[in-house]
């Protein structure tokens, strides 16, 4: 059982926590190039201590992920509950590109160099895909997404938007052009 799936002591929460802060600081300042000293340095804990709740860089990335899915699945509820079926799909879209936007360590950890260890957050991912899943569907049924739309679909746009978020803003423009070319 991974650090993040039984409950932690107070004290290893917080140094969890720092951890996760530190790493997240540091992918996003210089990518991969970071060493687990320096993330270990930057949270105040020794290295012992990292690599007791976190494996390797891969896990760490991971961790990181299945910390903003945790945030992004409540998002993608509220999204679900809108009652036009494209509206919820462009309530998902945006709410999930807007919250990525400022989280340059979120888009690190997927768009990094290395695949993160997804085994780690099989909750997190899961319960966020299947509310995805559920609103695409939706939209396709109504006939207001391309009929050959999924939801690995959805993991292509996101990812093409977050490629090019530069703090311009200008992925918008490519969600609106993209959205142009879904719609059913």
Not at 18 to 24: S, T
Not at 72 to 81: H, I, R, Y
């Amino acid at each position: 059982m991974t650090a993040s799936r039984r409950v932690l002591r107070a004290d290893a929460r917080r140094n969890r926590d720092a951890i996760l802060d530190a790493a997240g600081e540091l992918f996003a300042q210089r990518g991969d190039a970071v060493q687990m000293e320096e993330i270990a340095d930057r949270a105040g804990l020794g290295v012992g201590t990292l690599y007791r709740h976190f494996a390797d860089k891969q896990a760490l990335r991971a961790a990181i992920i299945g910390r903003r899915f945790e945030e992004m699945t409540f998002l993608a509820g509220a999204a679900e509950e809108v009652g036009d079926p494209w509206a919820a799909f462009e309530s998902l879209l945006y709410g999930y590109l807007e919250a990525a936007e400022p989280d340059a360590a979120f888009r690190f950890a997927l768009l990094g160099p290395e695949e993160p260890s997804w085994g780690d957050i099989e909750e997190q991912k899961a319960a966020f895909s299947e509310i995805v899943e559920r609103i695409v569907r939706r939209a396709v049924e109504a006939g207001r997404l391309r009929a050959d739309f999924g939801p690995g679909d959805f993991v292509l746009i996101t990812r093409a938007a977050m490629a090019n978020m530069a703090g311009d803003g200008r992925w918008r423009r490519l969600i609106d052009l993209q959205l142009e070319g879904i719609r059913a």
